[in-house]
């Protein structure tokens, strides 16, 4: 198991601040996906990045691949309530995606 | 195109019962995949299946089990159920290009409460 640690685990912030969660390892990824899940549904595909030093933007959201690639941020300028929720990072090992441990988002209006 | 279903979305069960769970994959996957995910140990893989065989296992006990049709519908049971079993069980589907970029789609989980 190639373990992803994600910090911080709880954030709480006020609608229009600015924040970043992070996702850890000792490992070095091919490949690391971002996740969001909201509460009572599955989670879905944020992005995936795959170039070490990579930078993707999906619209205030701004995803990078550490250059080691062994770790990657996410971060979202302006936070929006419709922001709220559980981020996940992810890799594939194999036939396997294994999970980080999650950064709980909570955007409040 | 319809997204991942599973069925039922909530189950109360008592100890010692089975329970089997549903996941119908979006039309043209053949790859459905089974996750728990409780407070305290996250997301973590049970199962693969592909073409009707089970390609990949997490590390979980016997007691968990699925099985894949041919229409690539899948079903996972868990036999004698234990209160640590609750949590929410998701499934995920994806068409298998078989590249590191291979997106899974999950459906909306089935919570199961285990008594």
């Known amino acids: 198991t190639q373990l992803l640690e994600q910090s911080p685990q709880f954030l709480s912030i006020q609608e229009g601040e600015n924040l970043t969660v992070y996702c850890n390892s000792s490992?070095?990824?091919?490949?690391l996906q971002w996740y969001r899940q909201e509460p009572g549904e599955g989670p879905v595909l944020l992005v995936t990045v795959v170039t070490g030093g990579e930078v993707k933007k999906l619209k205030r959201l701004t995803f990078q691949f550490g250059d080691a690639r062994k770790d990657s941020s996410l971060h979202i300028t302006a936070a929006q309530p419709g922001d709220t929720g559980l981020y996940l990072c992810?890799?594939?090992?194999?036939?396997?995606?294994?999970f980080g441990t999650g950064t709980s988002l909570t955007v409040i209006p | 195109k319809a997204g991942v279903t599973q069925t039922p979305r909530y189950l109360i069960k008592t100890r010692g019962q089975q329970v089997t769970l549903s996941c119908s994959p979006i039309?043209?996957?053949?790859?459905v995949s089974w996750y728990q995910q409780t407070p305290g140990q996250g997301l973590q893989f049970l199962f693969e299946y592909f073409s009707e065989t089970q390609r990949n296992k997490g590390n979980f006990p016997g007691r968990f089990s699925g099985r894949q049709f041919s229409n690539s519908r899948s079903e996972m049971n868990v036999s004698t159920l234990e209160l640590g079993d609750s949590a929410l069980y998701l499934c995920?589907?994806?068409?298998?290009?078989?590249?590191?970029?291979?997106?899974?789609?999950f459906g909306p989980g089935t919570r199961l409460t285990v008594l």
């Open positions: 992810a890799h594939r090992g194999g036939n396997q995606f294994y």
């Open positions: 490992s070095v990824f091919s490949s």
């Open positions: 995920a589907s994806k068409v298998e290009a078989g590249g590191i970029t291979d997106t899974q789609y």
């Open positions: 039309s043209g996957h053949r790859s």
